[in-house]
């Protein structure tokens, strides 16, 4: 025992918080010191038109004791000692003498580590510190108990493609349409719609040349222009790209132009006007709508007319634009300013915006979003802009995904087809359904009049967004498919890619059209068919009456360059949709593929992801195929994925390699084969033997042999649970009496004295022995190496009820 208020080595560890509170105890003054920290990250960083700086700004000058009241009448605010920050801190920001950082978990990898450690000590401090804390998840505890994997070593250097064809034409359509537009804009109304994606005016009216820009008059403009525009190009290009692919792209350029617009745009030749059916209806939202936000019922069949869609949003969606540094797909959480926000201006307290498909986890409906030291719901979709909302709930669709395999996909909506449950074309059970309502949400909402809370709520249920899932069919075999070896084939393509939130358990979200309220189906509390409170300002004194559709679904698609790999098996091995040891074999499978693309193409981890489902086939309903597809990450992709199919050879290679020959010789996965941040939540089905033996199979056919290390190992694992839970008569190598041979393990009868071979089996391969030499032996008992890895006592029960 220690005396704490005369210990040396405990008051030098303690005393500078210790200390002001003993004294203050014992009556002394003035000695409490006390820390002001404030939020310092992106969802608090724009500013409002009539400031000067956004709060993280001025967060930032406080932090520096800069005091910003220079005039007598300014309210002066206290200097702040924490910043609580997310990664703003990590791109470079430069806040002056800053001494310490402290990381509330391990970064996602050394660079991040780099970085955020790096703001400290930027101006000649003497000492910097940086503490980082380990939570309970895989990832921390790995870089925790080995720091040095973290904080030291090299990192990846960043690389630009510039060689790039496919990017490369897509900015050459980009400075086309960029210089026709210049062209014309003398001619231009000041007073058109405002909005940014609106500056190229619609696609109907650039189809059919009703407005100032059209397709007529662009293509009559290119073909004045060509020679003008090629040296133009010529100039800018960059140097990287092969000089073949140069004059290539630049003698194609106006014909690639013209033929990707029209395809993006439907173009007809020589179809004439048509006037839309109807104007779109208005939204409600916070600018006033002459005093009414009626919508048509949600049983109404008010979708639109793709037509009017923006012709610059088509462009981008369809992937004829380059989407660098110009992300589309984006939605901010708003926070209305009570104070002056009115029904005919919303003024917003904060708008933190992600990617859509990060968003719909980060943002759904019922989840809570801390700002500035304040808790917000989203409770609503919303858009500033006048029909955002509207449009996005015109252009619904029915969603169909499997509560078997999880294949999923949208069509058009229809009313009648709304809770249809059908036969599902990968796995054929009947559990394809129930057919919801879709549509992609252009943003997400506070209500104005729900007070946020400082102290944490009890965290409400919630949802998140699917995985990437492939909805094209299954190419034929004579549709252009390139074989890799003799059983695998390699498809190249450019699909849509779904992302889906389907609420709580899967039950979809109730959602008012009327006004954008929503909440989860699975929330009996509020009631939202009847009169409501609308989420925003509007002059109505009567309540919202409430238009709801239920088991609505969020989401989004895009398009993306995809490289489609079809893995056939046989006897004995099946990957049979929807289980558990399908899930576990493709994952690892995946995660292999996906660190074997970016290393081929010298390419960030993150920037190719892989993901699986089975064949849209009549062998992949039973197992006997499966498909794996990597994609760009970058919407409408960046042409790195396609690339892999001319190089499978060299892909599967490398795959293979981090498969079966990690540099820690790890049982199942490590750092330094298989587990990655991004894949946190996977490292405990992660699994190298059992990738290896399904790719390996997938490749060249026969019962790739299992690991005999790891064989040993589970069967070591069983054999010690057996005992522990039934007794000693188990008995390991031991041989078989009658049939001339040893078995892993063998179970006598104390009773009789019969005996029962018991093996193991693989997860994929779960009718014959891993040991391929008891093949024949009758009697044999067979445990899932799988189960015995992750369950251990399922595993040992199974084993005792095949033996009674």
């Avoid at 449950?421 to 054929?428: H, L, M, P, V």
């Avoid at 190992?713 to 001339?740: C, H, M, P, V, W």
């Avoid at 189960?787 to 009820?801: D, H, I, K, M, T």
Wanted: a negative charge.
């Amino acid at each position: 025992m220690f005396d704490p208020d005369t210990d040396e080595v405990f008051r030098a560890r303690s005393d500078f918080y210790r200390e002001p509170i003993v004294a203050t105890l014992r009556g002394d003054e003035d000695t409490i010191i006390s820390l002001i920290a404030a939020e310092h990250t992106a969802q608090i960083g724009a500013a409002q038109a009539d400031e000067a700086f956004s709060k993280a700004e001025r967060h930032e000058l406080r932090f520096q004791d800069i005091d910003l009241a220079w005039r007598d009448t300014d309210h002066r605010e206290e200097a702040i000692d924490v910043l609580s920050s997310t990664t703003t801190m990590e791109v470079g920001i430069d806040i002056g003498e800053l001494s310490g950082v402290a990381l509330r978990n391990m970064p996602p990898a050394r660079s991040n580590y780099q970085q955020r450690a790096g703001r400290a000590g930027r101006r000649g401090t003497a000492i910097a510190t940086v503490v980082a804390f380990g939570s309970s998840d895989s990832h921390d505890d790995h870089y925790f108990s080995s720091p040095s994997e973290m904080i030291r070593g090299p990192v990846v250097d960043p690389r630009l493609t510039l060689e790039n064809v496919d990017i490369a034409r897509r900015h050459l359509r980009a400075f086309l349409l960029q210089r026709y537009h210049e062209d014309r804009i003398p001619g231009f109304d000041p007073g058109i719609d405002p909005n940014l994606f609106s500056v190229l005016g619609s696609v109907r009216d650039f189809r059919l040349g009703t407005g100032g820009l059209n397709r007529v008059d662009f293509a009559n403009w290119l073909a004045e222009n060509e020679a003008d525009l090629g040296i133009a190009a010529r100039r800018w290009l960059p140097q990287e790209l092969d000089a073949q692919d140069r004059d290539q792209l630049i003698a194609s350029m106006v014909e690639d132009a013209k033929f990707a617009i029209d395809d993006a745009i439907d173009f007809i030749p020589n179809e004439q006007p048509v006037p839309a059916e109807r104007d779109a209806p208005t939204d409600g939202n916070a600018e006033e709508d002459n005093g009414s936000d009626e919508l048509p019922a949600p049983d109404d069949d008010d979708r639109f007319d793709p037509a009017t869609d923006k012709l610059l949003d088509r462009l981008l969606y369809r992937g004829v634009l380059p989407r660098y540094a110009f992300p589309t797909d984006v939605a901010s959480f708003y926070v209305f300013n009570r104070g002056q926000s009115t029904p005919f201006r919303a003024v917003m307290e904060f708008s933190p915006s992600q990617g859509l498909t990060a968003a719909l986890s980060q943002y759904a409906p019922n989840k809570q979003v801390w700002i500035d030291r304040k808790q917000y719901t989203s409770k609503a979709i919303y858009s500033p802009y006048r029909n955002d909302r509207s449009d996005a709930w015109g252009k619904r669709r029915l969603y169909y995904e499997c509560s078997h395999c999880g294949h999923a996909r949208t069509t058009e909506f229809s009313e009648a087809r709304k809770g249809e449950t059908i036969t599902c074309e990968a796995c054929k059970h009947e559990t394809f359904g129930p057919a919801k309502p879709w549509f992609r949400p252009p943003g997400f909402a506070h209500p104005i009049d729900d007070d946020p809370v400082t102290v944490p709520d009890a965290p409400n249920e919630t949802a998140y967004a699917t995985r990437a899932k492939l909805v094209m069919p299954t190419p034929a075999p004579d549709q252009g498919w390139t074989s890799v070896g003799t059983r695998v084939r390699a498809f190249p393509t450019r699909p849509n890619l779904l992302v889906s939130n389907s609420g709580p358990k899967g039950e979809g979200y109730h959602y008012c059209a009327a006004c954008g309220r929503i909440e989860p189906s699975t929330d009996f509390t509020v009631n939202l068919n009847q009169p409501h409170v609308r989420p925003y300002r509007t002059s109505e004194v009567e309540l919202c009456p409430g238009r709801v559709s239920p088991r609505v679904v969020l989401g989004t698609d895009f398009i993306t360059d995809v490289a489609l790999f079809s893995l056939p098996l046989s006897d004995p091995f099946r990957a049979r949709p929807g289980t558990s040891e399908t899930g576990a074999a493709l994952r690892t499978v995946c995660e292999a593929l996906a660190k074997a693309a970016t290393k081929l193409l010298e390419l960030e981890a993150g920037e190719i992801l892989a993901e699986y489902r089975p064949a849209l086939t009549v062998n992949g309903a039973t197992g006997l195929e499966v498909e794996v597809f990597l994609y760009d990450t970058l919407a409408a992709g960046a042409g790195f994925s396609t690339q892999l199919v001319s190089r499978s050879d060299e892909l599967f290679r490398e795959a293979l390699a981090a498969l079966e020959h990690c540099p820690s010789d790890c049982d199942g996965s490590c750092y330094r084969c298989l587990r990655s941040f991004r894949n946190r939540l996977d490292h405990g089905i992660l699994d190298r033997q059992l990738g290896s033996q399904l790719l390996r199979h997938a490749l060249h056919g026969g019962y790739p042999a299992y690991e005999e290390r790891r064989e040993s190992k589970s069967l070591e694992l069983l054999l010690a649970d057996l005992r522990r839970q039934y007794g000693t008569f188990f008995e390991f190598n031991a041989s078989i009496e009658n049939q001339n041979g040893h078995a892993p393990i063998v179970a006598r009868r104390l009773s009789n004295g019969a005996e029962t071979p018991i093996a193991l089996a693989s997860p994929i391969a779960p009718d014959v022995p891993t040991n391929q030499k008891l093949i024949g032996v009758s009697g044999l008992v067979l445990a899932d190496d799988l189960v015995v890895r992750l369950n251990l006592p399922r595993a040992s029960v199974g084993v005792f009820e095949q033996l009674r």
